[in-house]
């Protein structure tokens, strides 16, 4: 079992920046391919960024490429999502996602078994 616990969300001006992170315990002896997915209200959730178990390789949605940026530090077992130039459209919970199968990573929720609480990311206008 994995435990993710994502942190970082809050309140902020279009325009601005947030750093999310996201905390991986449990069996952690191995590294995963991670994901980041968000969920607005009463809209599906919908693939952000992700990254592959080795951490060399990234990718992005359309909606995030750009202002986006992926890193993870295995020694910390976290993955960091940075976003930039927020828009009010960014607004949603953003989720951590991590599977043990996945090498390359994956666009679909579908495909991760672990995932966390989320953070609320909030942008104004």
């Known amino acids: 079992q994995v435990q993710l616990v994502e942190s970082g969300g809050g309140l902020v001006q279009a325009g601005g920046s947030l750093r999310l992170s996201c905390v991986a315990s449990?069996?952690?002896?191995?590294?995963?391919?991670m994901g980041w997915f968000r969920q607005a209200p009463g809209k599906d959730r919908e693939f952000v960024a992700g990254?592959?178990?080795?951490?060399?390789?990234?990718f992005y949605a359309d909606s995030v490429k750009g202002r986006a940026t992926l890193s993870r530090d295995n020694a910390k077992n976290t993955l960091y999502l940075q976003m930039d130039s927020l828009k009010p459209e960014d607004t949603a919970v953003y989720y951590c996602?991590?599977?043990?199968?996945?090498?390359?990573?994956?666009?679909?929720?579908?495909?991760?078994?672990?995932w966390g609480q989320g953070t609320q990311v909030t942008v104004s206008s």
């Open positions: 449990g069996r952690t002896q191995r590294t995963y391919a």
């Open positions: 990254v592959s178990w080795s951490g060399d390789s990234t």
């Open positions: 996602a991590a599977d043990p199968s996945l090498v390359a990573g994956s666009k679909r929720a579908s495909e991760y078994d672990y």
